[in-house]
Nanobody, 114 residues
Framework: VQLQACGGGLVQAGGSLRLSCAAS????????MGWYRQAPGNQRELVAT???????NYANSVKGRFTISRDTTKNTVYLQMNSLKPEDTAIYYC?????????WGQGTQVTVSS
């Protein structure tokens, strides 16, 4: 599975960004897709996931501000991020969970200025 993420950038607090991640390669039997993030000095943490059945899960810190969605016809997962805060600054990684294996994209930087 290869993952290509894009959409990061620099935004002011209160602004919005949309991340997208396209999966290619062995894309059958994908169980879930999602986004994780890692800020400097911190461990990688879950942001949001969406299963093949459409069930979503969010970190408490982003609930009500971020929305994850998936286009199965394009094998693409999106993360709409609204009301961004400086503490959302991190490298965001796309993830695919498939047949008990995790696959990761290259990461895209999101920087929120105060």
């Amino acid at each position: 599975v290869q993952l290509q993420a894009c959409g990061g950038g620099l935004v002011q607090a209160g602004g919005s960004l949309r991340l997208s991640c396209a999966a290619s390669g062995s894309i059958v039997a994908i169980d879930a897709m999602g986004w994780y993030r890692q800020a400097p000095g911190n461990q990688r943490e879950l942001v949001a996931t969406i299963t093949s059945g459409g069930t979503t899960n969010y970190a408490n810190s982003v609930k009500g501000r971020f929305t994850i969605s998936r286009d199965t016809t394009k094998n693409t997962v999106y993360l709409q991020m609204n009301s961004l805060k400086p503490e959302d600054t991190a490298i965001y990684y796309c993830n695919v969970y498939r047949i008990r294996n995790n696959y990761w994209g290259q990461g895209t930087q999101v920087t929120v200025s105060s």
